[in-house]
């Protein structure tokens, strides 16, 4: 198990390494120029070129790359061209709401489309089954901006009950952050929540066609009893994939749940990055991003082990 431990975690470094370069050759190529945006309208070339060559945007890519990773393994990801400020410290300074925000929806996520997809292969060709094999569907097809302003006007400006900008800080308190959270987290993992239904209800009606619950059946257990004890123990492998996959995605993926909601997250900070051709910041924000998605799929990884211990160290 040492082994397999140690061997899983040196295979981050390769995974890394062209995250690293992806995202640098990403943010090079992109179209514009930050000197430009940052030297005004009325700048003159020699403003432009005295601003590029401070900010090393004049030299070649590869030593360009190279320069930047020899500071992204030192801990430093640079600074802002704008605010000046650490990357790092930026994103840290927003990293607070994302998360949370995250932790929230896949929760939600879990909660709501693990006891439906249960239920869905219980019921398997009755009512309940195509209910929800339409939900299923449907949270996928519909976007997620129109999940999150219908959510604004229902409950925001109509009844006028919850919140709908803003994080209020973890200082304000548990009652107040779920007040803030929730709205958007419904958003956010509105799709994930019909996707974890149709991979828990195709996972359990494969489990429950089985011939142990067939026996099972015969001894006389009753439904729950199935359901609690042998088919959720199936379920958790593939059930565990598709979560840690979700939860990865929402954190990367918050840019337009933040922006609805004028939450100020890492996806704000990244739209912000991106109008102001903030180089330095897109490639921190990009680069965590990555680093924690090869984390989450990691941990995925090692969970099987405990999950399952059929699975061998290999």
Partial sequence: MIRYLITRMLSIFPVMGVVTAVVFGLTYLSPGDAAVVLAGDY????????IRERLHLDAPIVPQYFHWLGSVFRGDLGNSIFSGQPVLSLILARVEPTIILAIAATLLSVIIAVPLGLLAAQKRGRIADRLVSFFG???TAIPAFLIGYFLIFS??????SMPITGFPGLESGAWEISRHVLLPAIMLGFAHTALITRITR???IEVLNQDFIRVARAKGLDEVTIITRHCLKLVAVPLVTIVGMSFAYMLGGVVITETVFAIPGVGRLLVDAIQ???IPVIQGVLLISSFVCVLVNLLVDLSYLLIDPRIKYT
């Fill in 43 to 50: 700048a003159s070339p020699a403003q432009i070129a005295a």
């Fill in 137 to 139: 569907v449907a949270g």
């Fill in 155 to 160: 409950f925001g400006v109509y009844f006028g």
């Fill in 202 to 204: 195709a996972s359990a």
């Fill in 276 to 278: 102001h051709k903030d």
